[in-house]
């Protein structure tokens, strides 16, 4: 089912080849919902998303029983320009913490009954600072895809990445401002909390970056490499590799949505078995969920990363899909409709 | 711990007397959030969440293991009006697909791991069309409440209250109006999906309604027995059972927060219990939270009732509570702070 990607060729094409959700089952499903016991529409956006699901799923009465939750974790060489409040020796402690069920990710996984792995990329490898040189070679982009590309359980029927890595909403605002233009302004925020003076700093970092790279571009590979991480393009690894294999998505936070942003720029459909899972509180977010076409299904100001977002709302997901699935239709539970 | 419900004075010393969250408790969760291994503020919501729920708990470190999901059922004499697009019947054939399991909040509280009971309250005698006379005397007020009050389960540590009754939408506005002014039109929206002229009349019903009964008040006892219902009166006695017990309360749709809005105007603390587990779709519940001081967790258009939004709404509490109580601190994780 997944080719072995072999070079970025194949993933360009494994993109542009994918098929889409099945329209037979999205209809089955559509006719579905119109015979359940509610009012129609009554469930709001959980029939669209059972319905959705359905179509990806290839199932009418879908059931989520596998979801997968992977984080991602890479370092950067752009902290040596000091515009994270954290210093980079926090990824590696914070592998462990993920590896031995402390942090956040660990509790709201364990909350969704999913499956959690963690794969920690070369951490005392970190990219080259962008604003000297390209963070990564091709060679070391393919290295890293294909790490994402094959933490992918072929089994899961949903999956959520998610990422730890000092300094990576720089590189995440780099990847925006270089694919969408604007002001880096506008797609540089706190991260885990740096202050004006930090964030003045990381501004003119990503400015840097994305001038020194050639500025706007719609080469979502290129724009990888250059100005990404080893976990953000293992998180572009995975997702190309679900939306190979028929997997949906829930998108977690920036970081996430600009590993996403760079396979939408490879082929426009790339992001069709994808949702939002969440806004981030991170300043950039809401514009990139905008440029994706992506409306969140929460938003409670989270800013943590990990996945956090995402694996909180696999619970909604599964509560649209258990309620079209499970519920009883008008002519089973002998309810009258409307008038 | 629960007094009986001998009389309506009961409730309203009950709910002026009970004792508030747990200040100690409190504090040592905000202290252990503090701790917790992630940026200050990184989880959002989710730590304002998990510090109040510790608080109504009196447990620094709390967990959510037996939510309890209560669905009341109850007929309106007001749908003599034609104020519904679905036909009285419904109620009672809603109530044996609750008991059979086919409805949306049978899915919906199994994922969220919750018991649910279904209490149909004397469906073959509608209240009183409150546009001719009181809907409920205060003998039946009494006997709707305490229904309620003795269907909280003292050994939850979690309340969602539900309903199911054709007709109900416009006991709710009319409850509104009565309490909080404004315009008929400002309360009533179109409940399970009336036409436009359907919510024309609607809007007529619901102001002659309540200037029948005087206009506006902040009787929230009267209000209740004069334009309630049974199911609204029940679920307004199990949410004030729950404020005596401790037991912290998602408040769901439009019509379960007009109950609750009784309850705030007979106490004003009556509701700190409460968190809104979602905005629903119907047209004046966005108001309503707001004269609630209540902010949404979720909002995904939904307008169907029987608990469904604020069911949905307990995975995110549950996750917020796993995260609080399962995280690593910094020292146990040794991980390093901000600089």
Redesign the interface.
């Known amino acids: 089912m997944l080719p072995d990607l072999i070079d970025l060729n194949t993933l360009r094409s494994a993109l542009a080849d994918s098929a889409t959700a099945d329209a037979t089952a999205t209809q089955a499903a559509q006719a579905r919902n119109g015979q ?11 029939e669209d998303l059972a319905i959705w699901y359905a179509g990806w799923r290839g199932d009418e009465k879908p059931r989520i029983a596998k979801p997968q939750v992977i984080v991602f974790a890479g370092n950067h060489g752009v902290t040596d320009q000091g515009v994270s ?3 980079p ?2 990824t590696v ?2 592998v ?2 993920f590896q ?5 990710i ?3 996984a ?2 969704a009954g999913a499956r959690m792995d963690v794969h920690a990329l070369e951490l005392d490898r970190p990219t080259a600072d962008f604003t000297r040189a390209p963070a990564m070679s091709d060679a070391e982009l393919l290295s890293a895809l294909r790490i994402g590309w094959n933490a992918v359980d072929p089994e899961a029927d949903l999956l959520v990445v998610g990422e730890m890595g000092i300094g990576n909403t720089t590189s995440a605002a780099a990847i925006c401002h270089a694919l969408f233009g604007g002001a880096a302004a506008d797609w540089t925020g706190r991260g ?2 740096v202050d004006d003076a930090g964030l003045h700093l990381k501004t003119r970092v990503v400015a840097d970056g994305v001038a020194r790279h050639g500025g706007q571009t719609d080469d979502g590979l290129r724009v990888l490499a250059h100005l990404g991480g080893r976990e953000i393009a293992a998180m572009a690894g995975a997702m190309a590799a679900a939306r190979v294999l028929g997997i949906p998505v829930i998108l977690d936070g920036f970081i996430c949505c600009a590993a996403a942003a760079c396979l939408q720029a490879i082929a426009p459909t790339a992001l069709d078995h994808a949702i939002a899972g969440h806004q981030s ?1 991170e300043s950039g977010h809401a514009e990139l969920l905008a440029r994706l076409g992506k409306q969140p ?2 938003a ?5 990363g990990e996945g ?1 977002g995402a ?2 709302a696999i ?2 997901l ?2 649209a899909v ?2 079209h699935s ?3 239709t008008f002519a ?8």
């Open positions: 359940l016991t509610k009012p129609p529409g009554a469930l709001g956006r959980l409040a954290f210093p020796e926090v402690q914070m462990a913490n031995h069920g402390g942090a956040a660990n509790q709201l364990a909350e885990t909390g509180a299904l929460l409670l100001n989270l800013r943590l956090s694996a909180l619970s909604i599964k509560g258990a309620c499970g519920m009883a089973e539970a002998g309810v009258a409709g409307a008038d």
